[in-house]
């Protein structure tokens, strides 16, 4: 019997190929022959499909404003070198964002025959941004005129790229997914004692993150004469540049016997998801400060809050739903659209906000099963990889079919 050739599928990630976005791509291997390409120091390399790891400008070992160095040398730093001849023969090659270099040289490798269709995941959902960058502007405009269609991650994001003038026909909304058999809601949860609860964050150690409203909120519940009774502890998984700021944090606020602090694998993590009670993503808008040229009424500039980046999406709060944790989270960016019903919403920088959903759900155990169990069903029937796959595979088969 002849056998069918697999169509290839190349998956260009650079320094951000993950395990937490390639999980949804892994149940496609019966399907196509799919081969994902990394820098030298991707954040991982070990999937269900082989790995090419290209060096990178983004492999060089940290120094002093070394993005705003790399992205001026580059246009953008996400560069892989010999990139577009190892595209050879691909049938479509699937990359992220439009401002990356590595997206324009998908491109460049479409145009000189080595592959038929290229498409691009997006998750910018603020208009116009990355576009101060000498280049960066000219990378996005050819990317939304050449690329075969883009898959914006949230509604906000296809929003966004509305606004920046991309062909509505080339746009498909399809988030983020995640393993749920890996993730899981653990049963024995309800036994654990009544007064001990566990709250959780995963996520990066910076201020955008909302780690410091977490611990502003801690300093509240644990001096309330309601909760004096329960066994608080916060646990925060990650690492980022504002680690040690928060430990002299807590020292000032007394919490250092009610924080923990740790670094896990990745394989890791489904345990310590069913070793919490509640997941918290306090995320809010990372900003930079500009001054306006006018004053107001009082005679005196104001500083004019300039956005430059908002929660895309989050994918500990998928695995957080997926592992049927009661979540308190933030409406920023795509967040809503990730969460649905299945969290309590605040506003960003609500540190009152933010103690009081956490003390409702601590008060309230059967308050907190009760969207520990709309959150497992949102991931069941919405973030499921296996929907993620069908939805790629779908998308593929279309646009590998176009002349």
Known sequence: MESVMKQKIAIVRGKFLNKYEMQMYEPLVDRYDITAFGSLTSYHDRFAFPVVKLPSPMDLPDFFYKMPILNRLFIDAHYLFGLEERLKGFDLVHTAETYFHYTTQCLRAKKKGYVKKVIATVLENIP??????????????????????????????????????????????????????????RQDRRMRSFHAVNILFVGRMEEYKGVFDILEAAHVLLNDPDLVHYRLQFVFVGDGSKKKEMIRKENMLGL????????????????????????????????????????????????????????????????????????????????????????????????????????????????????????????????????????????????????
């Not at 996005?140 to 949230?154: F, G, P, Q, S, Y």
């Not at 990730?338 to 008060?363: E, H, S, T, Y």
């Not at 907190?368 to 296996?386: I, K, M, T």
């Open 256 to 403: 250092e016997s009610r924080v923990v602090h740790r670094l896990v694998s990745y394989e890791d993590m489904p345990r310590v998801y069913q070793s919490a009670d509640i997941f918290v993503a306090p995320s809010k808008p990372r900003m930079r400060y500009m001054v306006y040229r006018w004053t107001d009424r009082t005679g005196e500039s104001r500083p004019d809050p300039d956005i430059t980046w908002e929660e895309q999406y989050n994918t500990a709060l998928l695995e957080a739903q997926a592992s049927g944790l009661a979540i308190v989270t933030t409406r920023s960016g795509g967040i809503p659209e990730n969460v649905g019903d299945a969290a309590i919403l605040i506003d960003p920088g609500d540190v009152a906000g933010l103690a009081n959903a956490l003390k409702r759900f601590i008060l309230d155990k059967k308050f907190r099963s009760e969207f520990g169990r709309r959150a497992r069903l949102r991931a069941l029937h919405v973030h499921d990889a296996g929907i993620g796959a069908r939805k790629l595979a779908d998308l593929y088969e279309r646009i590998l079919a176009q002349p």
């Open 128 to 185: 116009h941004n990355n576009e101060g960058i000498w280049g960066r502007k000219a990378f996005k405009a050819v990317a939304r005129k050449e690329l075969d269609h883009m898959i914006a991650l949230t509604q906000k994001t296809k929003e966004t790229l509305l606004i920046e003038g991309c062909d509505p026909s080339k746009i498909s909304v399809i988030g983020h997914f995640i393993d749920t058999k890996r993730f899981y809601s």
